[in-house]
């Protein structure tokens, strides 16, 4: 396993920086906050760039690359921020098309033309969650019923991939939007809405039915896509937290105090060398799952919840310390520095906490029985 980036891989990143900064300064994230803009142009300029089409196959007009190279542009859209239906498109929706080996949409997202999310957790549990959610076979098609929490872009996206219980197991619809009923639940970082979905008595069949239930194949499928979902939520919430360190130690280096910069005190110089390390950490093992995803390697289950975990305890300590160094200015809403420490926040929420992938990783190791 190589933990070297290639050359285009480095091109990759340095080009998605150059496009990030220029399209989404500060001041379009905080017109989303303030509610005089939603991203609509950013999300124009990523399409234009053909960014929709970087994990989908060349046949189906993408750009083929791999889940490193998604890896990096997630990156690069926490660094920034960006509100955009890049992130759930890419790392929700795609992934369970393409693990249950479905083509359905993947020209049309390729194309930048619909967006997609999936519609997994129940009560805020994504992993193996109490599933509510019922398929039940009429003919030929099957009726589903149920509730779906924290569905990212729940309601912009225009397509779901749904999660649902079957009498033969779990399975997965793809449904649209316009059929199902969206609410918006109010969170502190507006560039990721999340919303909950209700599902009534919601009929699908054919080409919409992803993973049937009662296919041996459902379960891993599914387990497998929300891997790839975990992996770019922390690395997206990692970015974030290096970005706050960063800004962090320009402004201990500039701010004065008795005399001298306040980063020249040797307790500040041991706090911002515990958010380095923690960014490190965190940022190391992100990287390692994503490379076990790539390779297909046995170690992805374990990897993923390390990653994810160490993201959630890196914006704990990175958030806590950026807004304390920070001073009063910190608590500003005219600075930007809230920005990064609510998207850190709302990251660490989504897909499981790190008290969550923890217990998940005792499960994997055989420390805990299976919740």
Same mark, same amino acid.
């Given at each position: 396993?190589?933990?070297?980036?290639?050359? +285009?891989? !480095?091109?990759?990143?340095?080009?998605?920086?150059?496009?990030?900064?220029?399209? %989404?300064?500060? =001041?379009?994230?905080?017109?989303?906050?303030?509610?005089?803009?939603?991203? #609509?142009?950013?999300?124009?300029?990523?399409?234009? !760039?053909?960014?929709?089409?970087?994990?989908?196959?060349?046949?189906?007009?993408?750009?083929?690359?791999?889940?490193?190279?998604?890896?990096?542009?997630?990156?690069?859209?926490?660094?920034?921020?960006?509100?955009?239906?890049?992130?759930?498109?890419?790392?929700?929706?795609?992934?369970?098309?393409?693990?249950?080996?479905? =083509?359905?949409?993947?020209?049309?997202?390729?194309?930048? #033309?619909?967006?997609? =999310?999936?519609?997994?957790?129940?009560?805020?549990?994504?992993?193996?969650?109490?599933?509510?959610? =019922?398929?039940?076979?009429?003919?030929?098609?099957?009726?589903?019923?149920? /509730? @779906?929490?924290?569905?990212?872009?729940?309601?912009?996206?225009?397509?779901?991939? /749904?999660?649902?219980?079957?009498? +033969?197991?779990?399975?997965?619809?793809?449904?649209?939007?316009?059929?199902?009923?969206? *609410?918006?639940?109010?969170?502190?970082?507006?560039?990721?809405?999340?919303?909950? /979905?209700?599902?009534? +008595? !919601?009929?699908?069949?054919?080409?919409?039915?992803?993973?049937?239930?009662? &296919?041996?194949?459902?379960?891993?499928?599914?387990?497998?896509?929300?891997? *790839?979902?975990? *992996?770019?939520?922390?690395?997206?919430?990692?970015?974030? %937290?290096?970005?706050?360190?960063?800004?962090?130690?320009?402004?201990?280096?500039?701010?004065?105090?008795?005399?001298?910069?306040?980063?020249?005190?040797?307790?500040?110089?041991?706090? !911002?060398? +515990?958010?380095?390390?923690?960014?490190?950490?965190?940022?190391?093992?992100?990287?390692?799952?994503?490379?076990?995803?790539?390779? &297909?390697?046995?170690?992805?289950?374990?990897?993923?919840?390390?990653?994810?975990?160490?993201?959630?305890? %890196?914006?704990?300590?990175?958030?806590?310390?950026?807004?304390?160094?920070?001073?009063?200015?910190?608590?500003?809403?005219?600075?930007?520095?809230?920005?990064?420490? @609510?998207?850190?926040?709302?990251?660490?929420?989504?897909?499981?906490?790190?008290? %969550?992938?923890?217990?998940?990783?005792?499960?994997?190791?055989?420390?805990?029985?299976?919740?």
């Amino acid at each position: 396993m190589d933990f070297e980036f290639t050359t +285009d891989q !480095l091109e990759l990143r340095a080009n998605a920086r150059a496009v990030l900064e220029a399209a %989404c300064p500060a =001041t379009v994230v905080r017109a989303v906050y303030e509610g005089t803009g939603d991203g #609509t142009a950013l999300w124009g300029q990523l399409v234009q !760039l053909d960014w929709p089409g970087l994990a989908i196959p060349e046949e189906h007009g993408g750009m083929g690359l791999g889940m490193v190279e998604l890896a990096i542009v997630v990156e690069e859209l926490g660094r920034a921020v960006a509100p955009t239906p890049l992130l759930a498109t890419l790392t929700q929706f795609v992934p369970l098309l393409r693990e249950a080996g479905s =083509t359905r949409l993947l020209q049309e997202i390729a194309a930048g #033309t619909v967006t997609g =999310t999936l519609a997994l957790a129940e009560d805020g549990v994504w992993h193996r969650p109490r599933m509510h959610t =019922t398929a039940r076979r009429d003919g030929r098609d099957w009726v589903l019923n149920g /509730v @779906k929490s924290h569905v990212l872009d729940g309601t912009t996206a225009d397509w779901l991939a /749904v999660v649902a219980q079957g009498n +033969d197991g779990v399975g997965a619809f793809v449904v649209p939007a316009a059929a199902v009923v969206a *609410t918006p639940i109010e969170v502190m970082d507006p560039t990721l809405p999340i919303a909950t /979905v209700l599902l009534n +008595d !919601l009929t699908v069949g054919g080409e919409d039915v992803l993973l049937e239930p009662g &296919d041996p194949a459902a379960a891993q499928a599914i387990e497998r896509a929300l891997q *790839t979902s975990v *992996t770019a939520m922390a690395c997206s919430t990692v970015a974030s %937290c290096r970005r706050l360190f960063e800004i962090t130690l320009d402004y201990a280096k500039q701010r004065e105090q008795f005399g001298r910069p306040i980063g020249s005190f040797q307790a500040l110089k041991h706090r !911002l060398a +515990d958010l380095y390390l923690a960014v490190e950490r965190a940022a190391s093992l992100a990287w390692f799952a994503a490379l076990t995803i790539a390779e &297909d390697d046995d170690r992805r289950a374990i990897a993923v919840a390390m990653a994810k975990a160490a993201a959630g305890e %890196c914006q704990r300590l990175v958030v806590r310390d950026a807004l304390q160094l920070h001073g009063g200015i910190g608590f500003t809403w005219e600075h930007d520095l809230h920005f990064l420490l @609510k998207r850190a926040k709302v990251g660490d929420g989504l897909l499981g906490t790190a008290a %969550c992938h923890r217990a998940h990783l005792a499960e994997f190791l055989g420390l805990a029985a299976p919740a």
